[in-house]
Every structure is written in C-alpha cells, then in structure tokens.
C-alpha cells in the first residue's frame, strides 16, 4: 500500500482509539457479569450547632478544621446572670426545706412545757379570783361590800376561767402539731421551688455548647463579643460517622442489587488503597442521571441514588471527594465489615 494513503488510515485509527478511551475515562458506569463499578462522591452529615440560650459569647474553643469528639466543650455564653439565678433558685430552695423540717418536726418541747406552765399560772389565778369573788359576795350578803365591788370581782373571775381554757386550746394545738394539710402545701412548695432550681441550673448548661457527635469543624459562623441566640447557628460541624459514597445505580441491573450487599471503594488521592463498604439505601424512584455523572448521549437515563456506606477508619476521605464503586453482584449479603482504627498509620 501506499505509505501516503497509509498515513490518514492510521491517523483515523488513532482518533477512534483516543475518543474511545475518552469515553471510558469518563463514563461513570462500567459492569461485568459478576461486577458493576460506578462512581460518585463522598457525602455526610452537616450539623448547624447553636446555643439552647440567648447571650453573648464569651469564648469559643475551635476553629475551622478542628477535630472534636462528642462531648468536647466548644463555646461558652457569658454565664453571669445565670449563675446569679441559679444561687437565687438554690436559696429558695433551702429556706423552704428548712420550713418544712420544722413543721414535720412538730412542736418543740420546750414551747410545750412553757404553755403547760402558763396552763398551770392560770389555773391558779383562776382558783384565786373565784374565791376573792365568793367572799365579796358573802359580804355584799351582809351588807359589808357594795354590788359593784361583787360584779367586778365575778366579772375577773369569768375572765380568769375564759383564760384557762384559751391556754388549755394552745397547748392542745402545741402537742398535736401541723396539719396536715400545712405540712402538704409546704411540700408542694418545695417541689416548685425545685422545680425552678432545676431550670436555673438547666439555663446556666446551656450556656455552654458541646459537640453532639465526632466530627470536624467546617465554619465558625460567629465570634467572641456575638450575640447568640438558638435561631442563630454558632459553628457547622461535619460528622464523620456515618460517611457514604451518593452513586446512581442503572435500572437493568436493580434486580441484582440489595441492601446490605458489600462494596469496596477507592480513590485517586490514595492510589491502590481499597474501603469496605456496603449499601445502605437505595432510592425508591428512578431520576434522570445528573450531568456530572454521564455523558451527553446517555444523560436522559433513568438512575436510581443510592447510598454506599463506607469505614474510613484513618479518616482520609473528604467531603465531595470522587470515588470509585465497585459492587460484587454474585455476592450474598453478609455482616458489615469492622470499621475499627488500624493498628498502624
């Protein structure tokens, strides 16, 4: 053959040859019989962390990339006002215990004695003016003592047997003590006084924010000397449990596809570096295949999402980072695969 026609066959054969490899590199699905590969990128769950109170901030412990683990203290409100309503509801709270220990307690004896003494000075005043009244009236008999004089001395003597039995009526009171019906309201008292007490003390918490869960911190939205309220989000956290890959499956191959079934993951920025994983969540309905995924002419493919759950145990993947999916199709179901921290780096 000529070697000047021989030159255009061979170019033509090499364009043909790159623009299919082009479409491969590009084509975010690829299958087998026994397996089927697509791609997608790693998703989580983003948590907008805000106070439970209104203030300002006073510190705040984190910045953007920090890693916290759950529990961690991250911001604190200026906790003045609170604690000041907390040591309010906490003295409230014990003067009334203390109301109510007295009236559960009774009368002391002491009070007891001294009314039975005031029973007895009565008793003895009372014997005393009724026999002054006896011999007036023995006089008034004999004309020795005027009328007047006998009704003054019955009228004191009256006074002194009426002041008998109001002392007989506090001393019985003295011994049995409350009611108990008092001491019942004073109780209830006490449980709203508490009840108070406790919600100080829940105010005066949340003045401090603490990380809900593991995660890193993506954007620290307000600073010290910001008013904060519970409408206004603090900090954007990015939870590192649970962490998936979002793919779309093709629908000829939904039939061969389960929930649970295993999966392993890789990527480009750790080369030959492979991630257990499984299938957590596959869509309920079909949608058109996003543009970032396809190509022009099989963009209006019907796909379904689903959700490739991944151990990540040296937290290496990033949030939006493309992966690659590789999915066994012969494969059973089996136990998600041990997402503990390896022993070596």
Request: net charge negative.
């Amino acid at each position: 053959m000529d070697r000047r026609k021989l030159i255009p066959v061979m170019l033509l054969v090499g364009v043909a040859g790159a623009a299919g490899w082009f479409w491969k590199q590009n084509h975010t699905m690829e299958q087998d019989d026994s397996q089927l590969r697509v791609y997608g990128n790693i998703d989580v769950r983003l948590v907008n962390l805000s106070f439970e109170a209104s203030g300002r901030i006073a510190t705040l412990a984190v910045n953007e990339g920090a890693r916290v683990k759950q529990g961690d203290l991250l911001a604190r409100l200026d906790q003045q006002r609170s604690e000041l309503a907390c040591d309010a509801a906490q003295a409230q709270v014990r003067a009334q215990q203390e109301v109510l220990r007295e009236m559960e307690a009774g009368t002391r004896p002491e009070e007891i004695r001294k009314l039975e003494a005031e029973l007895a000075a009565a008793h003895t005043q009372s014997n005393n003016l009724g026999r002054s009244f006896q011999r007036i009236r023995d006089l008034e008999q004999r004309s020795l003592a005027s009328a007047q004089q006998s009704e003054d001395a019955r009228t004191a003597a009256e006074a002194a047997r009426d002041n008998v039995r109001a002392v007989e009526a506090s001393l019985a009171l003295a011994q049995a003590g409350p009611r108990e019906e008092q001491i019942a309201a004073a109780r209830a008292t006490l449980a709203a006084l508490q009840a108070e007490a406790a919600l100080a003390e829940r105010n005066l918490k949340d003045t401090e924010l603490y990380a809900p869960a593991d995660g890193v911190i993506q954007s620290r939205i307000l600073e010290p000397g910001d008013m904060a309220s519970p409408e206004r989000p603090l900090l954007t956290l990015a939870l590192t449990q649970p962490l998936w890959a979002r793919v779309y499956l093709p629908e000829p191959h939904l039939g061969q596809i389960r929930v649970g079934m295993t999966a392993t993951l890789s990527s480009d920025s750790f080369p030959g570096r492979e991630y257990p994983g499984w299938i957590g969540y596959i869509s309920p309905s079909a949608e058109f295949t996003p543009k970032s995924v396809q190509t022009e002419d099989t963009r209006t493919d019907l796909v379904y999402q689903a959700r490739v759950f991944v151990c990540d145990p040296r937290e290496e993947l990033r949030l939006g980072m493309p992966v690659t999916v590789t999915l066994d199709l012969t494969g059973d179901i089996v136990p998600r695969p041990d997402c503990k921290a390896p022993d070596t780096p």
